[in-house]
């Protein structure tokens, strides 16, 4: 077997899991343990109902409110759909079941690769999209900092070597996998340290959130 | 009132006065009250700068600075550099600078001139960051920071050392009372027990005593036993808008110790959002413990009463109104529908603006913007679209239940010539008051 390969889903991968797993587990510990302030003034329609409304959030949030539509609408097309597109590739792949019933011992039906081709394609032309608005665009060049540009390399430089291994394009076969592999690699180590943890983030951020402005009865 | 006088009610102009150690001490009190919540907010940011979509000042100019969640950028960073879950790994790399005392001056222009505190922003964030909180909180670091601008930082100090805001020819409670005799109500003031106490805003009793006189014939209507308390007349509370939190808690401290002295189970806080606000919602908090009265915006109480056949309105039908949902009350207080069922109860035509109740637009003098001399450029060009929307309703009348909002709707009267006023809802519920016996003919 080539050696990049047997490293990069040997040993490397395994390092990558490792941080991957106390970094992402410590970064959530770092937060949640922090003092959590008790809520004491009383909550206008109990705190049931609270509860319930903010965990709604969870869900609501992923469509923005029709007055802010017009002016949010693109970029959050942009954003969720490249997102739909790396789940689909991501969990629907056949070789990417492979490797997660490589893992977890459980498998699942995939799509045929053909069709995840066009949305790898696809997927890549969202992630440019996103790339150009953040740099054309005023509000999201100022707020950009390293994470932002680092987190979204290792993110493409992961679809791009996917596509180019499935295509066989630019060496051979398991050359184009290693790089795959390492840029997952990378990707893992990467993820708790800067924004790609939004993906833990995101539900008890809406919801616990959503849940402080419910139970003041307010807009959430 | 005119703008000269707004003016003339300003403290001096706010400058840079940060000392040597303002960064740390910035810091230092933004991290003291840190916990698993705001540590949240600060993490989950994935700069998709989605809440400058939501925010008027940002809408108005386009500047990207007024993208809220960039407001709070100093103190994000400090977070991160200093004591976030990887606070050495951000520092080793350089990642996250030092902030600069530099960089926190330039900051209170975006912290205080162009922030309402309205909380329009929170409902925008896709990862449900409630964007407000985490400026109240930059609001605090700067004020502990010597950053508070001076007209707030003076109003603060004096209410919390005095009681009032501002030095007065008259008491407070003198002026109160000499609205009542030129209008020939008597007004309750520190009545051993009562089970209703009332606060007023200060902006009411200088600018709209008309106000004070609607709401002394609306509760007495109502036959409950209330009263004002002269140690804790004033509804307004300064240290909130400047970032106080000691402060704040003292002034809310005022008003707890006059409603125990009284037996108050209720206390109302007419027509001042933030007032409402610092009360209801953040007072308990203060305080460590509940708050040991209701409090409650006099809109709900209104309301409340409606509906136990307490209150009789008179319908007439002979308005249209467009109703402000001030954001305190609204959109983070939760009173939305308590003003709207007291419109409908007088058969007044309510014309919904575009953006209302949580999704409004705020007036551009929430958070103590009214009262900065530094922000009237930016805060007259923020509310454009807000007296935009307002005019599209074609409404005779403009009503909302916030002295604060209507002082600054006001000021826009005065400053772009514009044709309507703001009305006080207090104001029309007592004009709509049945006459006794008239109820039940």
Redesign the interface.
């Known amino acids: 077997m080539d050696p990049l390969l047997s490293f990069a889903r040997g040993p490397m991968l395994q390092i990558a899991i490792a941080v991957f797993c106390f970094g992402v587990l ?2 959530l510990l ?8 008790r ?4 909550a ?1 329609h109990g705190r049931l109902r609270a509860l319930i409304e903010g965990a709604l ?2 869900g609501t ?2 469509w ?2 029709k ?2 539509i017009r ?2 609408g693109y ?2 097309a942009l ?1 969720y759909g490249y997102h739909l597109g790396l789940f689909i590739v991501i969990l629907l792949f056949a070789p990417h079941i492979v490797f997660f019933k490589g893992i977890i011992g459980v498998g699942w039906p995939a799509l045929p690769s053909s069709l995840i081709n066009i949305i790898a394609v696809l997927t890549l032309a969202l992630l440019l999209a996103v790339l150009v608005r953040r740099v054309s ?12 540009y680092f987190s979204w390399l290792l993110v493409t430089a992961t679809v791009v070597t996917g596509l180019m291994a499935t295509a066989h394009l630019g060496g051979p076969y398991h050359q184009l996998l290693a790089w795959h592999i390492l840029s997952v690699d990378a990707l893992l180590i990467w993820f ?2 800067g ?1 790609l ?2 993906a833990f ?2 539900f ?7 849940y ?2 419910a139970r ?5 | 009132m005119s703008t000269t006088d707004i003016t003339a009610a300003r403290g001096p102009a706010p400058g840079p006065h940060a000392g040597p150690d303002s960064v740390r001490d910035a810091m230092r009190s933004f991290s003291r009250g ?4 705001a ?3 600060l ?2 940011c ?5 809440c ?3 925010c008027h000042f ?2 108005a100019t ?1 500047d ?2 007024y ?1 809220p ?2 407001k709070a950028e100093p103190f994000k960073q400090a977070y991160k550099r200093e004591s ?3 606070a050495p ?1 951000f520092r080793w790399f350089g ?1 996250k600078h030092k902030v600069t005392a530099g960089e926190l001056e330039e900051w209170q222009h975006l912290v205080y001139d162009s922030c309402n505190l309205c ?1 329009r922003c ?9 964007v407000a ?1 985490l400026i109240e909180e930059a609001r605090e670091g700067m004020f502990e920071a010597g950053l508070a601008p001076a007209e707030l930082y003076e109003r603060a100090k004096s209410q919390q050392q005095t009681g009032s805001p501002y030095p007065t020819e008259n008491s407070w409670a003198d002026q109160l009372r000499a609205i009542g005799e030129k209008h020939g109500v008597e007004i309750p003031m520190d009545r051993d027990r009562a089970d209703v106490m009332l606060c007023v805003s200060g902006i009411d009793i200088e600018n709209y005593p008309a106000l004070v006189v609607a709401l002394v014939k609306v509760m007495e209507s109502l036959g409950v036993s209330w009263t004002f308390r002269s140690a804790a007349l004033l509804a307004e509370n300064y240290p909130y808008l400047a970032g106080s939190r000691k402060w704040e808690r003292d002034v809310v401290n005022r008003l707890v110790d006059e409603a125990a002295a009284c037996g108050a189970g209720t206390v109302i806080v007419p027509e001042c959002g933030h007032g409402y606000g610092a009360l ?6 203060l ?5 040991p009265f209701r409090a409650v915006d006099v809109s709900e109480y209104l309301a409340e009463q409606l509906r136990a056949g307490r209150l009789h309105l008179r319908r007439d039908g002979e308005a249209s109104v467009t109703f402000h949902d001030p954001c305190e009350i ?7 529908n308590a003003p709207r069922e007291l419109l409908d109860a007088m058969g007044v035509e309510l014309r919904e603006l575009e ?1 209302n ?3 409004t637009f705020c007036c551009g003098g929430g958070g103590g913007v009214v009262f900065l001399e530094s922000a009237n450029k930016l805060r007259y060009r923020a509310m454009e679209a807000k007296l935009r929307e307002i005019d599209d309703t074609g409404a005779d009348q403009l009503v909302t239940t916030c002295a604060g909002c209507r002082y600054t709707f006001d000021d826009a009267r005065a400053h772009f010539n514009w044709d309507k006023s703001p009305h006080s809802l207090l104001e029309l519920v007592a004009q709509h008051l049945e006459k006794t016996g008239e109820a039940s003919a």
């Not at chain 2, 840190?34 to 919540?37: K, S, V």
């Not at chain 2, 305080?287 to 708050?291: E, H, N, Q, S």
């Open positions: 410590w970064r770092a937060v949640f343990l922090l003092r959590h302030r809520s004491r003034s009383p206008r959030v969870a949030r992923s923005p409110h007055v802010f002016r949010t970029g959050e954003g665009k005023p509000v999201l060049r100022m707020l950009s900092n390293f994470d932002d708790p340290f924004k943890m939004h983030y995101i008890p951020s809406r919801v616990i959130n959503g402080t402005l003041k009865g307010g807009a959430s | 840190f916990g698993a919540l540590a949240l907010r993490e989950s994935i700069h998709c700068g989605m400058a979509d939501a940002y809408i386009e990207p600075r993208t969640v960039w976030g879950p990887f790994f990642l909380g929170s409902l925008m964030c896709p990862m449900g960051i409630d909180s209801r919602w953040k007072g308990a908090e305080l460590g413990k509940a708050l609204g959109r983070k207080g939760g009173v939305m953006d109740r949580g999704f």
